[in-house]
């Protein structure tokens, strides 16, 4: 083989990352093996004044594909007519807007895009907590709660992209709080999300002490969610970030309920005394939504 052919070979793709937030949108670039180059941040206003932002950032890059990890509903199964549009976002100005064909439009170059889940998912399968394995799920616990799951290699999608966070799952016999999702009422994210545990102790969540009872009645809910996954999906390993998640003394508490819950249904050494190991937090940190934006660039670059 010529010589400047294994250099072509060898020279790993430059690509461009969006993690489209409800508050910033945040761009980067890296190459397709995860390494993350530079990043800007720009505040979520209207569509014509972040785009314009995201596009004088990417300007003289010369990226060969362009992933975007979205907040949601979005529309993410080609061939759909609105496929790439953010869909019925609550967030004025978004809703119906075409970020994908915007993108296009613009950059000229493949656009990966999923929900900002799905991209941590994947991400997180790549290079994160979950490398070397087939299937995983990433749960964030934030500002809302969000799933995404990875299953042979591949992201979830079907009618659109799963909704995991409005999942139902038991009242915690003492929990009064009626639950602030505007669709649901007490669905998961309606209860357990961190608005509501603010809103049901009367004290933001970060200031709640790590003994405060608010937090083991945030595991059952989240226990509860996380026993519905494994049933359903199975996923070889869960990954948990979010803002919630920072308090890591819910990690054991969320680990020991799902044992419980499960009762010993289903039978595998993960989800005994490989339980450590099977809840855990991402593995590319903070980084996990960049990154997972990342991982969608390299997807739509490998698939062009
Ligand atoms: N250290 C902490 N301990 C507990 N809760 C926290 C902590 N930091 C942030 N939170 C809670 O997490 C929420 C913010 O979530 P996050 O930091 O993941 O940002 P976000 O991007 O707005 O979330 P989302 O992904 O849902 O849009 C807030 O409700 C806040 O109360
Ligand atoms: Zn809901």
């Known amino acids: 083989?010529?010589?400047?052919?294994?250099?072509?070979?060898?020279?790993?793709?430059l690509l461009g990352a969006i993690e489209a937030g409800g508050t910033k949108f945040v761009c980067g670039i890296g190459y397709e093996d995860?390494?993350?180059?530079?990043?800007?941040?720009?505040?979520?206003t209207t569509p014509e004044e972040t785009m314009a932002l995201v596009f004088e950032y990417f300007r003289d890059k010369a990226v060969e594909a362009v992933g975007i990890g979205s907040f949601g509903p979005i529309d993410p199964v080609p061939g759909s007519p609105t496929y790439g549009y953010i869909t019925t976002t609550p967030k004025p100005h978004w809703g119906g807007y075409n970020l994908v064909g915007a993108v296009r439009a613009e950059?000229?170059?493949?656009?990966?895009?999923?929900?900002?889940?799905?991209?941590?998912?994947?991400?997180?399968?790549?290079?994160?907590?979950?490398?070397?394995?087939?299937?995983?799920?990433?749960?964030?616990?934030?500002?809302?709660?969000?799933?995404?799951?990875?299953?042979?290699?591949?992201?979830?999608?079907?009618?659109?992209h799963p909704e995991m966070g409005h999942i139902y799952v038991r009242r915690h016999p003492d929990d009064r709080y009626e639950g602030f999702c505007p669709y649901h009422g007490d669905c998961l994210e309606g209860v357990a999300a961190g608005p509501a545990i603010g809103a049901r102790w009367g004290k933001p969540a970060a200031e709640l002490e790590a003994g405060?009872?608010?937090?083991?009645?945030?595991?059952?809910?989240?226990?509860?969610?996380?026993?519905?996954?494994?049933?359903?999906?199975?996923?070889?390993?869960?990954?948990?970030?979010?803002?919630?998640?920072?308090?890591s003394h819910l990690f054991p508490l969320i680990r020991t309920q799902l044992q419980e819950l499960l009762a010993g249904y289903v039978q595998h050494a993960s989800l005994k005394?490989?339980?450590?190991?099977?809840?855990?937090?991402?593995?590319?940190?903070?980084n996990a939504g960049l990154a997972g934006a990342l991982a969608l660039a390299r997807m739509a670059a490998e698939k062009n």
């Open 34 to 44: 995860g390494t993350i180059l530079e990043r800007a941040s720009f505040p979520t």
């Open 107 to 160: 950059l000229n170059v493949p656009v990966g895009f999923d929900t900002d889940v799905n991209g941590a998912a994947l991400g997180e399968s790549l290079w994160g907590a979950a490398q070397g394995l087939e299937s995983c799920l990433y749960i964030t616990v934030g500002t809302g709660i969000g799933a995404g799951a990875v299953v042979h290699g591949e992201l979830i999608h079907g009618l659109s």
């Open 212 to 247: 405060h009872p608010a937090w083991e009645m945030e595991a059952h809910y989240l226990a509860h969610a996380l026993m519905n996954y494994v049933l359903v999906l199975s996923p070889q390993r869960i990954v948990m970030g979010g803002g919630v998640m920072k308090q």
């Open 1 to 13: 083989m010529p010589l400047e052919c294994i250099g072509e070979e060898l020279r790993l793709k």
């Open 273 to 286: 005394d490989g339980i450590d190991r099977y809840v855990v937090p991402p593995g590319l940190g903070d």
